[in-house]
Nanobody, 124 residues
Framework: VQLQASGGGLVQAGGSLRLSCAAS????????MGWFRQAPGKEREFVAT????????LYADSVKGRFAVSRDNAKNTVYLQMNSLKPEDTAVYYC??????????????????WGQGTLVTVSS
């Protein structure tokens, strides 16, 4: 499975961006799809994750109410809508696919495939 993240860029605080992650390769199964981010000088952290159906999602406390994850299984694509962006949201955002977990998880080690990352910069 190959994951291609896109949609990052430079935005002012309070603005919005939508990230996309397209899966290719062995996509005959649907996967739990997650978003993680790594800010400069910090460890990578969980942001959001979507169940296989897209009806059960989890969010980090820091993004609840501002970010929304969704997916289009027909297009093998997952999205991260980011609203009310803050400078502390600046990071490289990674999408990841979890093949085996029965329910969405926040644990990075549970994810089997990772995209290359897309940079989001929020200016103050």
């Amino acid at each position: 499975v190959q994951l291609q993240a896109s949609g990052g860029g430079l935005v002012q605080a309070g603005g919005s961006l939508r990230l996309s992650c397209a899966a290719s390769g062995r996509t005959s199964r649907t996967y739990i799809m997650g978003w993680f981010r790594q800010a400069p000088g910090k460890e990578r952290e969980f942001v959001a994750t979507s169940s296989r159906s897209g009806y059960s999602n989890l969010y980090a406390d820091s993004v609840k109410g501002r970010f929304a994850v969704s997916r289009d299984n027909a297009k093998n694509t997952v999205y991260l809508q980011m609203n009310s962006l803050k400078p502390e949201d600046t990071a490289v955002y990674y999408c990841a696919a979890d093949i085996n977990s029965p329910i969405p998880t926040m644990i990075q080690e549970d994810y089997d495939y990772w995209g290359q990352g897309t940079l989001v910069t929020v200016s103050s």
